[in-house]
């Protein structure tokens, strides 16, 4: 099976943009999360989408969005840029019923904000 | 409140050295899931171990073997006969209360030298 796929692997982007990530989960997962990592405040959780809905959603401000297609495909959007955005942002996919799956992660996206 | 401790920052070892990794974690639900990923220079997080609160089982993959205990709260990982391809950073996660909401502990850096 095809693993977790992101586009772009690498963005630089200026403040004030916004930016639209994409993630593939693995095929027959359902449920994709997006992360957040970097040096200050490592790994964060920013949402989980499941059937096309947000079922959970981490503690960050509007500007960063999300949705999920019918096909599992999730996209993540971020307006608005600032200088902390700069981050690796991961996606990561599971089964996403039931009891809680594990999570298998992408390459992840480097998005630098100058 | 949800939390993941990992108290050890950086740990260097030389090549056939057993490693122990510390974890404590923090939260009020009873039923929990506990995880280990490594993350290589490559930057992917790739999944280790699932755990779920109601299994105490100590388990064994190869050379790796965790330590689950609640009476101490922690989910401990040890590295037997450690080798070069084991450098990475480890992270120890938490899932409570809510589906694939995963809380990360700040990692451990292991550098294992030849």
């Known amino acids: 099976k095809a693993g977790v796929t992101q586009t772009p692997r690498y963005l630089i982007k200026t403040r004030g943009q916004q930016v639209t990530l994409s993630c593939s989960p693995i095929?027959?997962?359902?449920?994709v999360s997006w992360y957040q990592q970097t040096p200050g405040q490592g790994l964060q959780f920013l949402f989980e989408y499941f059937s096309e809905t947000q079922r959970n959603k981490g503690n960050f401000p509007g500007r960063f969005s999300g949705r999920q297609f019918s096909n599992s495909r999730s996209e993540m959007n971020v307006s608005t840029l600032e200088l902390g955005d700069s981050a690796l942002y991961l996606c990561?996919?599971?089964?996403?019923?039931?009891?809680?799956?594990?999570?298998?992660f992408g390459p992840g996206t480097r998005l630098t904000v100058l | 409140a949800q939390k993941v401790t990992q108290a050890q920052t950086e740990i260097s070892v030389v090549e056939k050295e057993d490693v122990t990794l510390d974890c404590v974690y923090e939260?009020?639900?009873?039923?929990?899931?506990l995880f280990w990923y490594k993350q290589p220079p490559s930057g992917e997080l790739v999944f280790l171990i699932r755990r779920n609160s109601f299994d105490e089982q100590n388990e064994i993959s190869g050379r790796y073997s965790w330590n689950f205990q609640k009476s101490t709260s922690s989910f401990n990982f040890t590295i037997t006969a450690s080798q070069v391809v084991d450098s990475a950073v480890y992270f120890c996660a938490l899932s409570s209360g809510g589906y694939n909401k995963l809380i990360f502990g700040a990692g451990t850096r292991l550098a294992v030298h030849p």
């Open positions: 939260t009020r639900d009873t039923t929990y899931y």
């Open positions: 990561a996919s599971s089964l996403g019923t039931g009891q809680v799956n594990e999570q298998f």
């Open positions: 095929s027959g997962h359902r449920s």
